[in-house]
């Protein structure tokens, strides 16, 4: 008994002993990856280097560590870096699978183009050029519309029988979506049962929208009987996705019905399905459709995310319930534990569209002492509100407003806006207004012959000179014209 007591023990002890390795094993898995990530995207240095050195302090790293590490990397769309992961194990004699060198395709195609994602193709024995890497790089092609190409390869991949698989024809069938050929979907799906490829849900709501673009309605809604007999399982997203084509048919009453049968589905798991469902309802007026998910968003998820109120404020607000709007508001705000100035724009647009502009500016000083900086949607707003005005300064200061925080163009004015701004300085004659813009743009990148052209034409209407209009045009590669000398010599003689 003593013995089987003292065996129990032992083997106790080790289960212990192991658990405890794994763990730190783990850690120090952890440790590296937070190594890896504070170098954030920086180009600067090569993420091998700090492989590299956790080696030299005496540490281990697997092939799958790293593996696992690229997977992180590629979901944070850091690709340079997971690259670089690839040619750490290159260089450690390290073989690649087969999935892994669809993997590494498809981030060189991201990071440096489809020229040497295909030279990477080009390059790989012909043992791995199989489903997955042929897979990867039809992929590729998919992405970036080119048709003739994906054409081609999946005729070379079906010689091969490298095209048997539901991916395949997806990419595909998404391809031809893209590019404005929804008549091919059917056909599509047609020849993928012809091989007993088993179409996935993904197939079914792209033959669903096919059918929508064709004005098909009655087929889209028949797919949702193809899949069941096909014993394809619905899930709420097709049911979305029914819902909303019925809506922009302007088929309510049938939307309606499909977003009840969504509800009473038992996959609604996450907030997103809620979130969808409040949005839809809206589009259909249907004010009760939104406060019964509403109360079921809140009953499944009692912390509610800024997000789900951001749903519910855009719903409100496409409904025209300016009362629910800021009760809503009110409610959000006295709970959030971050403030989102993206559910202040709701509120804002909803002033500026009854024209409470004062309101409007209240709240976005209110929101700004609270932590919540206007962003460009913020200013975007106000400055068409004001441009529609004939605000002109106002609008201006917006725009400069944006002008100060812009980083790596991520906003731009649109060209009805620009367009508007030249047109009323150039009115009024306002030289100072004019310029003030050019600066703003030039942060753009958005200065052109046409800005040229009106800022030249404002200088005449006020009767100033600019002597250095032909230098200042020089710089920015704007070509001058015989015309557009003579316009110019009125502002710049010589």
């Not at 707003?381 to 002008?403: E, P």
């Not at 001058?480 to 710049?492: A, H, R, W």
Request: proline residues 2%.
């Amino acid at each position: 008994m003593m013995k089987t007591d003292t065996l129990w023990k032992n083997k106790k002890k080790e289960r212990e002993r192991k658990t405890e390795n794994k763990k730190k094993k783990g850690e120090k898995n952890t440790d590296l990856y937070r190594r890896l990530s504070a170098l954030g995207s920086r180009t600067d240095v090569n993420v091998g280097d700090t492989i590299d050195e956790w080696v030299k302090e005496g540490k281990s790293v697997t092939k799958s560590a790293i593996l696992g590490y690229i997977r992180e990397l590629r979901k944070y769309k850091k690709h340079d870096h997971a690259i670089q992961l690839f040619e750490w194990l290159d260089k450690r004699g390290r073989d690649l699978s087969h999935g892994d060198h669809a993997v590494r395709l498809d981030l060189i195609a991201k990071a440096k183009g489809l020229d040497s994602a295909e030279k990477y193709f080009m390059s790989l024995p012909e043992s791995s050029k199989n489903k997955f890497t042929y897979g990867a790089l039809l992929n590729c092609y998919c992405v970036e519309k080119m048709t003739d190409k994906a054409m081609d390869l999946l005729e070379k991949m079906k010689k091969l029988n490298c095209a048997s698989t539901c991916l395949v024809y997806n990419n595909i069938i998404s391809l031809h979506m893209k590019v404005g050929e929804p008549e091919k979907v059917p056909s599509l799906v047609k020849e993928m049962k012809e091989k007993s490829i088993t179409p996935n849900v993904h197939t079914y709501c792209a033959l669903i929208n096919s059918y929508a673009l064709l004005k098909d309605i009655d087929r889209a809604e028949g797919v949702l009987e193809e899949m069941k007999k096909d014993g394809v399982r619905c899930d709420w997203s097709t049911y979305a996705n029914l819902a909303s084509i019925y809506i922009k048919a302007g088929h309510f009453d049938k939307a309606n019905s499909t977003l009840k049968e969504m509800e009473k589905r038992n996959d609604l798991r996450e907030p997103k399905a809620f979130h969808i469902l409040i949005g839809l309802y809206s589009h259909t007026s249907n004010r009760l459709g939104v406060d019964r998910v509403w109360s079921s968003l809140k009953a499944a998820f009692p912390k509610l995310s800024n997000r789900c109120y951001l749903h519910k404020l855009q719903a409100l607000h496409r409904l025209g319930d300016t009362d629910g709007l800021k009760k809503c508001f009110e409610e959000w705000e006295s709970n959030c534990a971050n403030y989102d100035i993206r559910l202040v724009n709701v509120l804002i647009e909803s002033y500026l569209n009854r024209e409470m502009v004062k309101e409007a500016e209240a709240l976005r000083e209110a929101a700004e002492k609270k932590g919540g900086k206007p962003n460009f949607r913020t200013l975007e707003m106000l400055m068409n509100f004001y441009l529609k005005k004939r605000q002109v300064d106002s609008a201006l200061k917006c725009l400069g407003s944006a002008a100060s925080r812009l980083k790596d163009n991520e906003w731009k004015p649109s060209e009805d806006s620009v367009s508007m701004f030249l047109k009323y300085l150039e009115e009024e004659k306002d030289v100072d207004g004019a310029e003030n813009l050019f600066k703003s743009l030039k942060k753009f990148r958005s200065t052109n012959t046409e800005v040229y052209e009106s800022l030249i034409r404002t200088y005449i209407a006020a009767e100033k000179k600019e002597p250095r209009m032909r230098i200042r045009m020089k710089e920015d590669g704007i070509e001058i014209t015989p015309g557009f000398n003579k316009l110019i010599g009125k502002v710049c003689p010589g």
